[in-house]
């Protein structure tokens, strides 16, 4: 591995898939995607968007699908609305709803069938092009300080290598994860040397827990079209970074707090109370609610 900072390209461009079917939030995203629940007054692929943005992307491609239409709407304009809201004085108001158009060049592109994950990426290979690309899952949320996505693209710029983000989890839940052996580097690095989807707690090489963020060279795509469907019948991207891992060097990131899976309902409804409590607009009068809800279910403080 070498330092040549300068002679990387740029990672200019994000895929965020938000294809799939969304059956652990069945029956409400039948009709509406999880991934326009509402956290607190923005849905949750906002903040994932605002994630990439704040991290530098400039050029983001969300993969949809026909029952997914409102994810569009969301990031287009909406002259009329906004004109009312500018006639009534909302001026604010206004503003917030043209901004979300403006956030950065955002395109979608369609799965067509929600084949897995790996397959979700694959559909972003002519869009991307020759760069390296992260991709954000359209469902996961990370809190704005855990800094993940720009510390992965510091990563990149210093080794030239793909990063994915890791978080150690216990045991017994690696099974819900893609899992990585790697060994130590320092400064929040590790040095993936195998990767395995969703092992046995009792075979499982580690308790290293794939979480939601990557960044990939364009090899990564050759890997995507070879990949046949793994567990569960889909084509998976922790598949795909296998193979990878037999041409390229890969580095996972490590982290510990500030990530929300909410397309599962328990860490839904902690997004929401977390986020709830960071808003300087609404935290302190939250927080008071929750003191008041303690109270009479007579829960003590946790640690
Ligand atoms: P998940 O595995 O969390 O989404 O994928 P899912 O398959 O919709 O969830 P369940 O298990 O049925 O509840 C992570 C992200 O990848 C997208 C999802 O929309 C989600 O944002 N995804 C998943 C796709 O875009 N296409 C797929 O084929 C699968």
């Known amino acids: 591995m070498t330092d040549a900072t300068t002679a990387r390209p740029p990672v200019r461009k994000a895929v965020i898939p938000a294809a799939g079917l969304g059956t652990r939030f069945l029956p409400f995203s039948k009709a509406v995607p999880k991934e326009m629940l509402p956290v607190v007054d923005r849905p949750v692929i906002q903040y994932v968007v605002e994630e990439a943005v704040d991290a530098g992307i400039e050029d983001i491609l969300i993969i949809t699908s026909r029952h997914k239409k409102v994810l569009e709407d969301h990031f287009d304009r909406l002259p009329e609305l906004e004109d009312q809201l500018e006639a009534k004085g909302k001026t604010e108001e206004a503003a917030t709803v043209r901004d979300l158009f403006s956030l950065a060049q955002i395109h979608f592109v369609r799965q067509g069938e929600a084949l897995g994950l790996g397959h979700a990426i694959g559909v972003a290979r002519n869009h991307v092009g020759?760069?390296?690309?992260?991709?954000?899952?359209?469902?996961?949320?990370?809190?704005?300080?855990?800094?993940?996505?720009?510390?992965?693209?510091?990563?990149?710029?210093?080794?030239?290598?793909?990063?994915?983000?890791?978080?150690?989890?216990?045991?017994?839940?690696?099974?819900?994860?893609?899992?990585?052996?790697?060994?130590?580097?320092?400064?929040?690095?590790?040095?993936?040397?195998?990767?395995?989807?969703?092992?046995?707690?009792?075979?499982?090489?580690?308790?290293?827990?794939?979480?939601?963020?990557?960044?990939?060279?364009?090899?990564?795509?050759?890997?995507?079209?070879?990949?046949?469907?793994?567990?569960?019948?889909?084509?998976?991207?922790?598949?795909?970074?296998?193979?990878?891992?037999?041409?390229?060097?890969?580095?996972?990131?490590?982290?510990?707090?500030?990530?929300?899976?909410?397309?599962?309902?328990?860490?839904?409804?902690?997004?929401?109370?977390?986020?709830?409590?960071?808003?300087?607009?609404?935290?302190?009068?939250?927080?008071?609610?929750?003191?008041?809800?303690?109270?009479?279910?007579?829960?003590?403080?946790?640690s």
Request: glycine letters at 10%; proline letters at 6%; hydrophobic letters at 40%.
């Open 130 to 302: 020759d760069e390296p690309f992260v991709v954000l899952l359209g469902d996961d949320i990370m809190a704005p300080e855990a800094g993940v996505l720009k510390g992965m693209i510091d990563a990149y710029q210093q080794h030239g290598s793909s990063v994915v983000a890791l978080m150690e989890v216990p045991k017994q839940d690696i099974s819900a994860y893609g899992c990585a052996a790697a060994t130590e580097l320092g400064d929040r690095l590790v040095q993936i040397s195998d990767l395995v989807e969703k092992p046995a707690p009792e075979v499982a090489p580690s308790n290293l827990a794939i979480m939601g963020r990557y960044l990939f060279t364009p090899t990564i795509f050759d890997e995507i079209e070879a990949t046949a469907p793994g567990v569960g019948g889909e084509i998976q991207i922790t598949d795909a970074m296998a193979t990878l891992l037999q041409r390229e060097s890969m580095l996972g990131y490590t982290f510990t707090e500030g990530r929300f899976d909410t397309g599962k309902k328990g860490d839904y409804l902690r997004a929401v109370v977390e986020m709830a409590l960071a808003r300087p607009d609404l935290g302190p009068e939250f927080r008071t609610l929750l003191g008041e809800i303690a109270a009479r279910e007579g829960l003590s403080g946790g």
